[in-house]
């Protein structure tokens, strides 16, 4: 799941988020990206929803969360957040319907 920051017509950042057992949204981890923008921004402008969890920054579109990301990253924190994370693109392969089967 994402949410994306807008900056001068562009993708800056996509915020993973986890959907966790009660359901709810939490931020995992912030990238800086510049891959899939066109896949990304295709989807986003007709998807855009309320803010899905507290979040500081200003200038963030939020979308529903349904496309996947496939992350690289070095490690998990204890809280679950990723470290040294590197968005390596959109996964065309899974929704976040199959994620949620997922355990």
């Not at 915020?15 to 949204?25: C, L, Q, R, T, V």
Request: a positive charge; zero cysteines; proline letters at 3%.
């Amino acid at each position: 799941m994402w949410v994306y920051v807008k900056w001068k017509r562009k993708i800056k950042d996509i915020i993973f988020g986890k959907i966790k057992e009660d359901g709810s949204i939490e931020r995992v981890v912030t990238i800086n990206t510049n891959k899939d923008q066109d896949i990304i921004l295709k989807y986003a402008k007709n998807n855009q929803t309320a803010p899905l969890f507290p979040y500081e920054k200003e200038d963030v579109i939020w979308v529903k969360p349904f496309l996947v990301g496939k992350v690289k990253y070095m490690m998990k924190t204890e809280s679950g957040s990723l470290t040294q994370a590197i968005f390596l693109g959109v996964r065309d392969d899974k929704t976040i319907n199959d994620l949620k089967n997922e355990k």
